[in-house]
């Protein structure tokens, strides 16, 4: 008796081992489904219509599942960019939600590829995106050409090292320039966010109001959104969590005599393209701060979060000579801000020829 219940508790517990195997199997084989359908979900158009243009790999696609103004636009603006600069992309790399699949599942579309594209973007500070420079490094070592562009830089003493990878580089902003070119021999440019580029919306049917939105940081955006309900100012968010998503199509409808009071970088760059003044807090990098150097833009529409919200704003709505500075000159740096962008894009299709 005794025998049969060890040899009992023996089978149970070589079934239990059996079971976990069997999880453990149909795990895997989950994750490379998972992988197999990201692969073939952001694989666009792998034979070229034109074997003479320049086949793409666009690494960090900062396009998510739900709507952000400024990431949607900036990759609309990349497309368009490269359809006019003989560019075909081939291969769409978002890193999200697709974070868990192996590099070397990459490696054969890179290999088909003439250039890496990497859109910096908001990624690049405090020694984030090491996964993105290890693609990087892939490409290298497969003798691509790789571009970084678009992006900010900032505490990033652990990345340096991946410098030497970029064929080109270049920096939204002057912070990020200064910072990037202490650090590296090759050529660094500066060039606006690419949501400068393209067309206008036309909107005939425009309208003077004041608009608040959120910030990257969840506790400032608890301070706009009192200080919106307590003015009766329409609130808006960049995601889709919630109800009231800002779109580009709310900012065209907005004339020059307008307000936006933001802590997100995108919302002032469409704020400017638009003519629209833009009071904005310092984000989560330089980014802002850099702008408004670069811009000229009055230091009175940089906000500081120590301050009473409704004073500082209430100084902007009531003087004209700062709202008309403003507008004249996110004009400037907008208009020319086109011609830098296209320039870059030259530079980017010489180096491939």
């Not at 368009?80 to 992309?89: F, P």
């Not at 599942?105 to 088909?112: E, F």
């Not at 908001?122 to 984030?128: P, S």
């Amino acid at each position: 008796m005794i025998l049969d219940f060890f040899g009992l508790r023996q089978s149970k517990s070589k079934y239990k081992n059996l079971e976990k195997e069997n999880k453990l199997l149909k795990s895997k084989l989950k994750k490379l489904k998972y992988e197999n359908k990201v692969l073939l979900s952001n694989y666009k158009n792998f034979i070229p219509k034109n074997d003479n243009q320049i086949k793409a790999y666009v690494l960090n696609d900062t396009r998510r599942n739900e709507v952000h103004l400024g990431c949607s636009k900036v990759m609309e603006n990349l497309e368009l960019l490269c359809r006019n600069h003989n560019i075909n992309i081939i291969y769409y790399d978002s890193n999200y939600p697709d974070s868990c699949c192996s590099i070397e599942n990459y490696k054969n579309i890179i290999a088909q590829s003439d250039i890496l594209i990497f859109n910096g973007e908001g990624t690049l500070h405090d020694d984030r995106g090491e996964l993105l420079f290890q693609k990087c490094e892939l490409a290298k070592k497969l003798g691509k050409k790789i571009i970084l562009l678009n992006a900010v830089w900032q505490n990033n003493s652990l990345n340096l090292k991946y410098l030497d990878l970029f064929d080109i580089i270049s920096v939204r902003e002057s912070k990020s320039f200064e910072e990037i070119t202490k650090n590296t021999s090759k050529e660094v440019f500066i060039v606006p966010d690419m949501t400068f580029y393209g067309e206008k919306i036309n909107n005939d049917l425009k309208k003077r109001a004041i608009i608040v939105t959120d910030s990257v940081y969840t506790h400032l955006t608890n301070k706009l959104k009192n200080f919106a309900e307590k003015n009766h100012y329409e609130m808006y968010y960049l995601t889709a969590k919630n109800e009231n998503i800002l779109s580009e199509e709310v900012i065209s409808n907005l004339n020059s005599e307008s307000l936006i009071i933001t802590g997100r970088f995108h919302v002032l760059t469409m704020a400017m393209k638009y003519g629209i003044p833009c009071a904005a807090f310092p984000s989560n990098t330089h980014k802002i701060e850099g702008l408004f150097h670069d811009s000229g833009l009055p230091k009175e529409f940089l906000l500081d979060e120590n301050l009473n919200i409704s004073s500082q704003v209430e100084l902007l709505k009531n003087n004209k000579e700062y709202t008309d500075n403003f507008k004249v000159m996110a004009s400037k740096y907008s208009e020319n801000a086109k011609y830098k962008i296209d320039e870059f894009f030259n530079n980017v299709e010489r180096i491939c020829i």
